[in-house]
């Protein structure tokens, strides 16, 4: 595993971040996007923009539901393997958030299951920003589906072992003022020892997102609690899934 490259880059590349995150949770995945659509009540064919789209899941499935979506993402595998699944109405590129993409040409963009808030400065998570406001056009509406910090802190398990398809997973989680951190050593027979991967993600608040949203002409609308689209509440609800028009 080189060291020079950005933790993200490593994990995000491997097959075991998949097995990991995505093998199981396809059906919670489907009925939240139905849930989300059904209550932003896009036009037919909508152009949708799919911020870090991994392997392209939930581009798929809005593609499904009858909109034409465009998947990024910075992992060269994750689009490789997202790319078998283009037509005319959904396509992938690998691309790097932090930098431009196309501009005022969306409806409506995406960052979801918490695929922000790993980069290590602000000015790259301003960048981000920026990249994803200047690809919707004026009343375009971006969700973003964070980590609820403060419930986060309150329920952290600090060790868990999780095993999938003959790997174990030994995850250990802790976390200082500003950022949770993540070890992930993948187990398999197969190995002379366990492959070691890393997560850190910024402790985000709704008052942090607020701010820089609305530093790139987002203004919050409205914040889900959980993929039941309840509402948030500061200590009660995991996650922090919010809404953001584009006002000029």
């Not at 971040?17 to 995505?22: C, G, R, V």
């Not at 609820?148 to 995850?171: C, G, K, Q, R, S």
């Amino acid at each position: 595993m080189s060291i020079n490259r950005e933790w993200f880059d490593n994990w995000f590349d491997t097959e075991y971040y998949h097995k990991l995150y995505f093998q199981r949770d396809d059906q919670e995945a489907a009925a939240f996007l139905t849930r989300l659509v059904a209550h932003l009540k896009p036009s037919a064919g909508s152009r949708m923009l799919d911020v870090a789209c991994g392997k392209g899941r939930h581009s798929v499935m809005l593609n499904k539901m009858g909109f034409n979506v465009t998947g990024i993402d910075l992992s060269q595998s994750s689009i490789a393997a997202a790319k078998t699944q283009e037509s005319e109405t959904l396509q992938f590129f690998t691309h790097d958030m932090r930098q431009p993409f196309w501009i005022n040409y969306f409806d409506y963009a995406f960052n979801l299951f918490t695929s922000f808030g790993y980069f290590k400065t602000d000015r790259e998570h301003d960048a981000a920003i920026r990249t994803i406001a200047q690809s919707l056009h004026k009343d375009g509406l971006f969700v973003i589906d964070y980590l609820n910090v403060h419930y986060a802190e309150d329920h952290l398990v600090h060790t868990a072992d999780i095993a999938i398809d003959n790997y174990n997973f030994h995850i250990t989680k802790w976390m200082d003022e500003s950022h949770f951190y993540k070890k992930i050593e993948v187990e398999h027979d197969a190995f002379t020892e366990p492959h070691v991967y890393m997560e850190k993600v910024a402790k985000f608040s709704l008052g942090d997102f607020t701010d820089m949203l609305a530093f790139q002409d987002l203004q919050i609308t409205e914040v889900f609690g959980d993929y039941d689209l309840n509402r948030y509440h500061i200590r009660n609800t995991p996650r922090m899934i919010m809404v953001a028009r584009k006002f000029r």
